[in-house]
């Protein structure tokens, strides 16, 4: 419930794309594409991402389609 009240607050201001699990093994279980104008605007939303409360690492990766 509270990922998904962050992820809803970023789709109010418009920056949400999709979130979604990863099937398989390995330690990577979900993700989430934000949309950012740059490297700081993306690091500024990842560290907003109450995931990290429980000891959750993030990774901010530019994504390219």
Known sequence: AVLSRWADSLATVGEFERAGRLVGPGPLGGLFIVRAADAAGAARIAASCPFR?????????????
């Open 53 to 65: 409360r429980w000891g959750g690492h993030i990774e901010v990766k530019r994504f390219d389609p």
